[in-house]
Structure formats: structure tokens, C-alpha cells
């Protein structure tokens, strides 16, 4: 049985959605958008290696989305969806396959017999394009007004993924390069290269989500107990390390440049460890010492992230969210508000929610105090979650 890999293209920055995070990295229902075609993918006994197209910018996104899986490490997009699938092909040319499977990460209700049917239909295709028939009546638009009927039959609607031989598929994305007119799925690539692509039948579930509407309904597919009453349960973390000289202060994920650092057994990140513990306090799972000891070596000079990533998992795998987060880091220095826009962006990276629900705040003692000589930095949070009841 001849095995594939899987390219999933996420390159996008898919803002269509609403907030400011591209909508693959988006929380859906517990976890990551992204990671259910992944999840589906790598569980798939015919499928022998997932590879993700991603843009750069969003690496870190893509890091804290795709935590524990095993994946190939992931390729660099271009400026078009169509430019990304081609640098994804050529990358995996080293791993010879024999077949490939393209797929949009913006549909994660991909299933295994779907899989099956695309690999099954390119044992004697080249290649194989995942689809459902219109079924709705079709009408053309006359500006405003409701024009001809439009005849449905034989017209599907495209899904992902669309299979093909691997170096058909890519001799094809070579063929087409530079033409003015960009492909907007690999099926198209395929017929424009002059190869007949075959047609599988597709799911109805499996919809790319690309409005807020679209992932409104996915939230209800995946979550039965959105009908039922949630309540939100409020966390606070308090924490304080001390400054002695270094090169740069952790705070809020981010690095801040200048001639001290924060004394602690991992990156001493005091604004993360607080909301950790927030976070923890809010589900009454302990506190981030009982996670992550100081005494186990395996944390020194660990990323304060990976912290709180697990909080947000425990959260996620109670069916629950985080839907606010809100922290105060008291100092005279470093100065804070320069870098406060990239600690809101981080934050909101590390819990895969909009940035409108994070909020960095500084302040400072007045002179008074450990923080008020400089000799440390105090930090505070609370933490919002939402938990289904029941």
C-alpha cells in the first residue's frame, strides 16, 4: 500500500475571520484550528508525514499551535497561496514521495474515510479533487435583483484535499509559473497543465471557515455542550524576581534589551509566572511550582511560554477557555511601555486568543520598596475562564 504526505498550507494570514491572529492559529473549541487536519492527518496509517506551509511571521503561532505532534519541520511560504504549495512540493523532493494530499488548514473536519477515498481513486488517477455536488438552486445576479437560474447539474463545489501524483503535481506547479492568472486551488494547476483530475466524493463537514459565522458553526459541531451554561471562574498570580546585571529582561514572552536581567531558576519571565499561576488558580489545578519545581533541572533556564501554554491546555482539555487575561508589572525598570504592544501580541500568541483580550499594564512604587530601589520587579495578574458546567 503506497503511502502519502500530507502539505498543509497555513501561509496564510486569513484575518477574515475578525481579531488579529490569522484564523488557522485561532482557538477552536479547546485547541488550535490548526492542529485538527494535523491531528487527522498524522493518525492516518496511509499517510507516512505531515508537512506545514507556514508564514514566517506567525512561527511562533505555529510552535505553541503544533506543541507534541511529530511532524516534518515546516517550510516557508511565498506572497500567494499558489507560490506557497509550490516551495512546499519542491521541500519535500528530498523525501521522494510518491504521492502527495494538499489541504487547506482552514477545514478541520477532515475525516480518515475522505482520505481513503482520495488515495484509493490516485491508484489509477494522477490526480484527485475532494468535492460535494451543489445541491441549493443557483440563480446569477442581476445587480441587486435575482437574475437566471443557473443549471446545477454536474456542478460540484471543490474541497481539500486534492491528491496527485507527487511529480505530476509538481511538474504541473512548474509549468504555470509566471502566467498572469493565479490558480486558486491544485486542482486548477493540475488542468491548466493539461491533467485529468478525478473526482471524490467529498463531506459537507468538512467546510473551510473563513467567516466569523464559519467558526461560530464549528464551535457548535465540536462542542455539544455549547448549549449547555458555562461559568467563569477568576485566578490571580502574584510573583517577584530579582535584578542583578545581565544582557536583557524576559517579560511577557519578550525579550527587553538593557544591562540587567531576572534572577530565577528558568528565564525568570515574572509577568508569565504570574498569569500561570492565574490561569492554574482559576481551575484549582495548584500552582506553577507543583507544575514545573525549581529542584527538577529539566527547567533551568526553561522559556517561561511552555508555562503557560500547559495552563491553557489544562484549561482547554476541561472544555473550557480562557476569555481574559489582565497584567500589572510593577518596576522602575525596565521601562515597560515602549515594549507593551509586543507583550499584548505575545500573550495573545502563547493562548491563541485576540489580542482585545489581553491587557499589559506597569506601574510603579513610587520609590517605595524592593521595586522602588530597582532591586526587583513585582508583577500581578488575573485570569478569566470560561468552563462548561456539567
Known sequence: MTKAIALVVAAGSGLRVGGEIPKQFLTLAGKPLLRYCLETFLSHPRVAGVRVVINPTYQALYETATTGLDLLPPVHGGQTRQESVRLGLESLADLSPHLVLIHDAARPFLDAATIDRTLDTLATHPAALVAVPVVDTLKRAAGSFSGLTVDRNGLWRAQTPQGFHYNTILSAHHAVMGRDAEMTDDAGVAEAAGIDVALVLGHEDNFKITTPADLARAERMLNPKMSQAFEYRTGNGFDVHRLIEGDGVHMCGIKIPCEWRLEGHSDADVALHALTDAVLGAISAKDIGAHFPPSDPQWKGAESWKF???????????????????????????????????????????????????????????????????????????????????
Open 308 to 390: 503557560l501554554a500547559h495552563a491553557n491546555k489544562l484549561v482547554q482539555q476541561r472544555g473550557g477557555s480562557i476569555t481574559h487575561c489582565d497584567i500589572t508589572i510593577i518596576c522602575e525598570k525596565p521601562k515597560i511601555g515602549p515594549h507593551r504592544d509586543a507583550m499584548v501580541t505575545r500573550v495573545a500568541e502563547i493562548l491563541g486568543i485576540e489580542r482585545d483580550r489581553v491587557s499589559v499594564k506597569a506601574t510603579t512604587t513610587e520609590k517605595l520598596g524592593f521595586t522602588g530601589r530597582g532591586e526587583g520587579v513585582a508583577a500581578q495578574a488575573t485570569a478569566t475562564v470560561a468552563l462548561p458546567i456539567g
